[in-house]
């Protein structure tokens, strides 16, 4: 027992454990500085991009709108204006042709593994991004560098990590450009309008994946959401859990954001 199949049959659970405390051992700071970054992008893409910029359920001190949109640029590349109109248009057109990732159009492993590539794909249609993405940041900042230079913030985070650690920073760097693809254009976009409870009907497919939203920053509760996406608040049940709305109150008591 404990054997693992086809090429590994050398490793047995003991010598796993084994493999798991040294990693956790001699690379603690390279997994809490992974777990940190990649927790704030979560935070920064649910609080700012979603119920903030997309549903307008946030009012910003300027401070932390200003890093958060420093932040997203940082570590993502990704543009406030294309998100926000391509997450409007999916609320619009959920479920149909012209839902910009529907499960039911694309296939659950499309939009699971390749969300990325439709989020692309729907950035490039200018006319919509225009009309859906209205209202979001148009400052200096926004035209000169993160809109223009969208993809220098990823090219500085790669060079920060591999100064901070070494080559293990460039195996971080890849961590980090997959996780918000992966857990927000792939789980949440496919598994949460595919498979999970629901809390109620909705003329859409929308699922909560789990009830505890931590790890997606509370974006599991996608049912939730799509019952009502003005509310900024994704739990209802008292057994679920939002960490996204944790994190709006906090800033909301130190005076960073006001809840509309
Ligand atoms: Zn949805
Ligand atoms: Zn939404």
Not at 76 to 89: D, N, S
Not at 123 to 130: A, E, P, Q, Y
Not at 169 to 181: N, Y
């Amino acid at each position: 027992m404990g054997r693992v199949f086809g090429p590994f049959l050398f490793i047995n659970h003991k010598s796993a454990l084994y493999v798991c405390f040294f990693v956790a051992k001699y690379f603690m700071s390279e997994i809490l500085y992974t777990l940190i970054a990649t927790h704030i992008t979560i935070i920064c893409v649910t609080v700012f991009l979603h119920r903030g910029q997309a549903h307008k359920g946030i009012e910003f001190h300027p401070a932390l709108s200003h890093f958060m949109r420093f932040w997203l640029w940082l570590t993502t590349g990704m543009i406030t204006k294309e998100w926000v109109a391509i997450h409007r248009k999916h609320h619009r057109f959920c479920e149909t042709d012209n839902d910009p990732h529907s499960p039911k159009t694309y296939g659950l492993t499309t939009v699971l593994f390749k969300g990325a590539f439709l989020y692309h794909a729907a950035s490039k249609d200018k006319d919509m991004v225009n009309s859906y993405g209205v209202g979001t940041p148009n400052d200096w900042m926004e035209r000169n560098v993160y809109t223009t230079h969208s993809r220098l913030g990823i090219g500085i985070l790669l060079m920060l990590n591999v100064i901070l650690f070494g080559w293990v920073g460039l195996l971080i760097w890849g961590i980090q450009m997959i996780w918000i693809p992966f857990w927000a254009a792939g789980v949440v976009n496919g598994i949460g309008h595919y498979w999970g409870y629901r809390n109620g009907n909705t003329k859409d497919n929308s699922r909560n994946i789990s009830p505890w939203g931590i790890i997606i920053g509370g974006e599991e509760l996608h049912n939730n959401h799509h019952l009502d996406p003005a509310n900024i608040k994704l739990s209802r049940k008292k057994f679920e859990f939002d960490i996204g709305y944790f994190y709006c109150r906090l800033f909301a008591k130190m005076h960073l954001l006001k809840i509309r």
